[in-house]
Structure formats: structure tokens, C-alpha cells
């Protein structure tokens, strides 16, 4: 949909004019330690302004988390994105581990947001999908 969606119950994504934003369920027992998320392709926060949609397979930004050197989610990102202002040199980008604490169980969730590159200042880009290989 054209806010987000809820996909197989395990990853639950939204968006806003500026950013995407992913939840990737993951097995309890998980610590920070044990996570790895890398963001490969994306764009150098002064170039936010400058993105060019195109239609070559190797031209988005590639992403995957890795739990315990496993990976669990991967995959391409139907759009451009930029790294943060404050981004340092590398691939890796900031993320959190969150504890929901249910009635019948708790769930941990790694939340990762993608901030929107657009081709010129003021334009809205709204995605169809969080990553290239799943449904719109």
C-alpha cells in the first residue's frame, strides 16, 4: 500500500515523506552484539537533492541484516536513499534492537529507517515496496 503493509507477519514497513521505515522481527535471545546492518550504494547525505531513479538492476542500494553472521533479511531497495548527515566513512548505518513486551510472549524487532533521495528539493517520492524482491 501506499503508507506501508504488514508482509508475512515477521517484517512490517511504513513511510513518510522523508524516510521508509523497517521492522524485521527477530528470534528472542538476540543482542546487539549479535547484529550486523550494512547498507551498500546509498547516497552521500549532499547529494539527497541529486537522485537519479534508474532502470539498471545494479543501480539501487543493496541492504542486508545478518543475526549471528546468518543472514535474515536481504535485498535490493527500489529507490534511492542517503546515508546521515553525521554518516562516517563505511557501509554500516545506524539501527536499533526494540523489546514489545505482549500478554503472551515478548518480540524483539530491529527498526531501521532509510531516509528518501529525491531529484531535486520539495519532491515527494513514494515507495511501492521497502525491497526490490518483495510484493507491491
Known amino acids: 500500500s501506499r503508507n506501508g503493509s504488514n508482509i508475512k507477519n515477521i517484517l512490517y ?12 522481527q527477530v528470534p528472542e535471545g538476540v543482542a546487539s552484539k549479535d547484529i550486523v546492518v550494512q547498507l551498500k550504494g546509498a547516497l552521500l547525505y549532499r547529494y539527497r537533492h541529486n537522485a537519479v531513479i534508474s532502470t539498471k538492476p545494479d543501480a539501487y542500494p543493496s541492504f542486508f541484516i545478518q543475526v549471528h553472521g546468518i543472514p535474515i533479511l536481504s535485498g535490493d531497495i527500489p529507490y534511492p536513499c542517503y546515508f546521515e548527515e553525521d554518516h562516517v566513512q563505511g557501509d554500516f548505518m545506524d539501527w536499533t534492537l526494540e523489546t514489545l513486551h505482549g500478554q503472551e510472549r515478548t518480540t524483539k524487532y530491529i527498526t531501521i529507517t532509510f531516509f528518501k533521495a529525491v531529484p531535486m528539493e520539495g519532491v515527494t517520492v513514494w515507495w511501492n515496496r521497502p525491497l526490490q524482491h518483495l510484493p507491491e
Not at 515523506?17 to 524485521?24: F, G, K
Open 13 to 24: 514497513w511504513c513511510q513518510d515523506r522523508y524516510s521508509v521505515t523497517l521492522r524485521q
